[in-house]
C-alpha cells in the first residue's frame, strides 16, 4: 500500500501542530507517507455550498494527481488528516464514480489540464489508517513513555463518521478508543464524541457555536476526562481556543486540553514535546504526567 | 433476416437471452410484475436450466445475427439441479477463448447469475448489457470470416473445442 | 449444424393468439400489428387476438379452432408461462388436442410492463411470437408420466406455525413427521405472556395444542433434531433427520423434575436460552415448566460429567434410569411426499443499533426480553424491574427498531406496533410507570387491532411520533440525572424532545433465520432479499414454493403475527392434502432420450448427470435414460458430442428454431 499525504489548507496554517504531529507518528511508526505535489483546495465548505460541480472538480483534481504521482498503481491511499479534507474527497469521489454525467464534466475539467480521473485512488482519514493498517499490538509494543493519570475522552465530529461511515459505526465510533487503549490510556465513555463542535457557527454566531462547544467539555469534564483528543482541526480550534470566553459567557471554570489524537499519540511513543507542536497549545498538557515505559510493558501485562 | 443497421447513433444491439427456468426467467417475470422498465433490446429464450445451453446456441444466435449473448443461471449452489450452472460457467470461460479466437470480443457474452427474486438485477444486466454492446457496435460476422459458409464450421469446431474441456 | 437445416414440418397448422390482458399488454403493444405478422408466419393457418385469452370465452376459440381442424398446435402470446401454461394446455386436452403442441410468448412480463416505447414494445412481441411459432412447428405429441405420492409428510418447525399445520395434517389421517430442533416445540409463541389484541394468555391456548401433538397417534415428534438430508422430488422425498443425544432416553423419563434437584451445581449458572439470557440453568434442565415433550436435556458443554466425571447424582436419583451419558447421536430417515417449512424468525439484534445503547446500559431491554419479564412463569415471576431490582417509574417503548431502516431492514416487521401496545399496557399494569410510545407511524390493521390502540390512547399511555435519535446516560438537567435520556423529534409538535426514563424497551423487528440460506438450499427453494422463503407467487400461491410438494407456513415465508400464521399453516396442511388426495403427482414431460443411432456409448452423459439417471446398454453400448430418475435438466443433453441425447420440448431444433424466429423480427 503506498500512501500520500494530502495536508489540506487547514494542516499549513491554524492546524499545524497536526500536520508535525501526523508526521512525526507516521515517521516513527516507519510509515512512508509522501506529500501530494501539487495539491489544490479539498474544495469543501465554501465551493461545496455554492457550486457542488467546481469542488468536485477541485477534489477531482487532486485524486488525479495522487494517480499520476503514484504511477497509475492499483494501491495507494490519500490520507487526510483533515475531517473536512477526508469527506470533500470521499464525497468527490462517491458523486463521480456513481454519476456518469458529472464523471464526464469533470473528465472534461482534468482534460483541459493534461489530467484524467481513476477509480483506484483511495481517500482515506490518517485515523483508519493508525487503526486498521497497523497491529495495533506493534503499536502498544513502540510506546516508550507511560502517560499517568490521562483520562482520554475521543472526539471525533461529525464530518469523519457521517455520513459515509467507511471505517467507523456512524452513531458509536471507537477507532480512537481502541488506538488509545492500545497506548496505555484509559479512555472515558462519553456519548456525546459525534455531536456538533459549533463548526463554523463559532465564528459568526459566536454564542451559539460557543454553547454547543461547552456542552461537550463539561460533560467530558463531569465524566473524568482531563484531555480531549481530536481528529479535525475546526473542532480542535472550537474546543480549545475559546475556553476563557466560554468560562465567562457560562460562568463555569472550563479547563482542559483539547489535542490532536497524534499529539498525544505522539506523546506516548516519546517524541518530544516540542516536534509534536505541544507547545503551540493554549490549554497546556502539564508537564511531569510522563514517565518511561519501555515497550509498552505497562500495557502489554 | 432484417437489415442490420450501420454503426451510429441510431444502432441498436440484438441480443439474444438465454435463462434458466428457475432463477433468472422468473426473475424476469419479477421485474415486469414490479414494472421495472428496461431496454427492450433483449429477446429471452427459456432454457430449463443453464446446463442445457449447449455452447452452439450461442455460436447460432451471432450466427443470425446477435450483436450479444447473455446467459442467465442460478447463484452457485441454487441450482435447480444441483449443479447444472457450474456445467454452464466451465462450459461459459472455454466458449469466450473460443470467440477471441474466432475475432469476436468477449464483451458481447455475458454470464450473470440472478435469483429468483432479482428482478431488479435483470433490469440492470439488460441495461448493461445493451449499453456495452451498443459501444461495442454490430458484430459483423461476415468481415471476421470472408470465406462463405465458414461460420458453419467455426461453430461445428467450436463445438467439439468446448465439449472437450468442459465435460 | 444439421438439426437446422432438418425436416421441414410441412402439415404443421399453427393458431397464434393475441391476448390483450386488458389494457395489460393492449397499453403497449399493437395488438392488431402483432396479428398481421402473426398471419405471414409460414406454418400459421390462424391469427386472432382477444381480450383475455385466459377466460372461458378465450380458451374456447382455441378448443374450437382444434375441434374444426384448423389448427393442430398453439402458440398464445400472453403473459408468463409460469403463469398461465398449464391453463392453456389443459383447455387444448379438453378439445383432444395434445397439450404439449403448445408454446407461449411471454409479452406482459417480457415486454409490455417493462418497455416504455410502444413501437419496440411491438416489435419485442412480433419476435417472440415468430420465435414461438417456429418452435412450435417442432412440437412433438408427448404424455405426462404420473407417480403416486407418499402419504406421509414432514413438517420442519414446532412453533405455533408447524403446530397447527401438524395437528391439521393428523387429524385428517396423515402421518406427520414434525422436527424441531430446541429441546421443545413451542416456539417464540410459548415466551410470549399475553397475546394481542385480546389479551388471552399465551400459554393457555398454545400449551393444549402442544400436549395435542405430543399425544397424537399420527405424530412423531423429534426434537432437539435436525434434517440434513432432503433427497427425490414431489411425491417422494427421501428425509434423513438427525437426532442429538439429550443424554436423557426420552421413552423412561417421566418428567418428574429429580435429577435437575440432584445436580451438582445447586443453582443455575449458565444462560437459560429460553429466558433470553435473563435466568440461568443448569446444566440438566427443562426449558420451561409446559415444554413438550417434558424431558430433561442435558447440555454437554457445561455438564460437569463431560470434562471432570462428576458422580453423576442425576442419573442415581432417576428411578426410571432414564439418564444414559452413552447416548449418541442418530441418523433416521424416511419418505414422506411433502414438505411444510414452519422454520420461524429471528428476532433482530438490538445492538446493532449503536445509538440505542443495547449492551451498553443494562437498562436497555429488547422487547423479547420484556416478554420474559411481564410472563409470570419467568425469571421474576411476572415482576418488571430494573437491573437493580426496583420498578421502574418511567418506561420508554422505541418502535421500528431492525425495521422500516434503510441501516438495517427496510421492511415493516408488522407486528411490532400491536406488541408494543401490548407491552405499554402490561407494563403500565404492573408497574403503574409513566409508558411513553415513540413511533413513526402507527400500523394496527387487524381484526379488533385499532381499537385495541384507542383502548392504550385511553389508559393515558403516552405516544410520541418520531425516531428517537439516541439513548444516552447523559444528564443535562438534574432530572436526567441517573436517568436513560431519550432524544427524539416528536414530529407533530416539531420539537427536539429530551425525556429522561427509568427503561428503555427496543421494540425489535423479526428476520429471516441465520441459517435460512442453508435450509432453503437442502429444500431447493429460494429467498427473498431480505432472506425470507420465496413463495411461488405473492398473491395466489403464497403458501407454495417453486419446488412442487414444498409448502411455506409463518414466519419463514415473511413477519406474521400469531394469527396470520396459524391461518397460513392451515393453508399450507391443505394443499398438502390435496396433493395427497389426489393420489400422485403428473410430471413435465421434459426428460432427455437418447437416438440410439447417434450415440457412440462415450458415457460423456453418464458422468455429470447429478441424478444418476443415464446407465449404459450394455449389448448395444448405447446410452440409455431411465425416465423416473431423469429431472429434465438438460445439461447431459448440451454435453452429448453428437447431438444424440435429445430433451422433450427442448430439442436442438425446437430451441435453434426459436433462436432464428426471435432473431428475424428483432
Redesign the interface.
Known sequence: MKYLYYPGCSLKSTGRAYEESALAVTEALGMRMDELEDWNCCGATNYMSISELKSFALSGRNLSLANRQANNTESVSLVAPCAACYLGLTKAKRYIEEYPEIRSKVDGALNAAGLEYRDHVRVRHLLDVLVNDFDQRSITERVKVKLAGMKVACYYGCQIVRPYSEFDDQHNPTSMERLFKSLGMDVVDWPLKTRCCGGTLTGTVSEVGQRLSYILLREATRRGANVIVTACPLCQFNLECYQSEMSKRFNDSVHIPVTYFTQLMGLALGIPRKKLGLHRLFVPIPDGVESPAAGGAHVLA | MSDKNVAGSDFEPRIVAFFCNWCTYTAADLAGTARMVYAPNARVVRIMCSGRLDPQFVLAALRKGADGVLIGGCHPGDCHYQEGNYKALRRFTLLKTLLAAMGIEEERVRLEWIAASEGDKVQRVINEMTEQVRKLGPLRLEQIHQIEGSHHSAAQVGKHAVMEGAV | ?SS?DNKHNGSARVGVYICHCGINIAGKVHIQDVVDIAKKLPGVTVAKEYKFMCSDPGQEIIQEDIKKGLIDRVVVASC????HEPTFRGAMAKADGNPFMFQMA?I????S?????KG??T??SK??VA?AVARVMFHQPLTKTQVPVNPNVLIVGGGIAGIHAALTMANAGKKVYLVEREPTIGGHMAKFDKTFPTLDCSACILTPKMSAVRAHPNITLWTYSDVVGVDGFVGNFKIKVKLRPRYVIEEECVGCLECIEACIFKHGKFKDEFNVGLAKRKPIYVPFPQATPLVAVIDPETCAYFRAKCKKPCADVCEKKAIDFNQKEEIVEVDVGSIILATGFKTFDASR???YGYGKYPNVYTSLEVERLVNAAGPTGGEVVLANGKKPKSVAIIHCVGSRDANSNKYCSKVCCMYSLKLAHLVKERTEADVYNFYIDMRTPGKGYEEFYERLLLEGINFIRGRVA?V???A?TPDEEEKLVIRAEDTLVGKVRRIPVDMVVLAVGMEAQPDADDVR?MF?I????EGWF?ERHPKLAPVST??DGVFLAGACQGPKDIPDSVAQAGAAAAEALALIDIGHVELEP?TAFVRDEFCSGCR?CM??C??SAIAIDTEKDTAVVNGALC?????C???C?SGALQ?NL?T?EQ??H???G?????
Open positions: 449444424m437446422l408468463s408461462p409460469l403463469m411471454n406482459r412480463e417480457h415486454v410492463w417493462v418497455t416504455k416505447d419496440l414494445a416489435d419485442k419476435a417472440l420465435a443499533v449503536a445509538r439516541e444516552t446516560d447523559w443535562m438450499r431447493n429460494s429467498c427473498s432479499h420465496l417453486l419446488t421434459n460423456t458422468n455429470i447429478p441424478f429431472k429434465g435438466c438438460g445439461t443433453v448440451a454435453a458430442p430433451q427442448f436442438d430451441i435453434f426459436e433462436i432464428e426471435v432473431m428475424n423480427y428483432v
